[in-house]
């Protein structure tokens, strides 16, 4: 499994992006999708997640409410909208694929990792 990551960039603080992950090499009806973000010198943090299947949701505290993780089955592709974004929502964000029907918040439970993308927030 492939996974392309794709859509960060630079925008200022209150903007807006989506993020998106392609998967190729498989089709996803067993997997769930985690969207994580890193800072230098930080571990990597749990940001949202989707299980495949049934479309089921979750997400970090710090994103709720401004973050939406969805996803395209026709194109096997999943999106993360960041709204509101704040200074501290600047990382690198990855997308990553876990064997299961059920997403979850740490990352050494991902099987397949993207490249990541980068978002900075200014101000």
């Known amino acids: 499994v492939q996974l392309q990551a794709s859509g960060g960039g630079l925008v200022q603080a209150g903007g807006s992006l989506r993020l998106s992950c392609r998967a190729s090499g498989r089709t996803l009806s067993r997997y769930a999708v985690g969207w994580f973000r890193q800072t230098p010198g930080m571990e990597r943090e749990f940001a949202a997640g989707?299980?495949?299947?049934?479309?089921?949701?979750g997400y970090a505290d710090s994103v709720k409410g401004r973050f939406t993780i969805s996803r395209d089955k026709s194109e096997n592709t999943s999106y993360l909208q960041l709204n509101s974004l704040k200074l501290e929502d600047t990382a690198i964000y990855y997308c990553?694929?876990?064997?299961?029907?059920?997403?979850?918040?740490?990352?050494?439970?991902?099987?397949?990792w993207g490249q990541g993308t980068l978002v900075t927030v200014s101000s």
């Open positions: 989707i299980n495949w299947t049934r479309g089921s949701t």
């Open positions: 990553a694929l876990k064997r299961g029907l059920g997403y979850s918040t740490r990352p050494d439970e991902y099987d397949y």
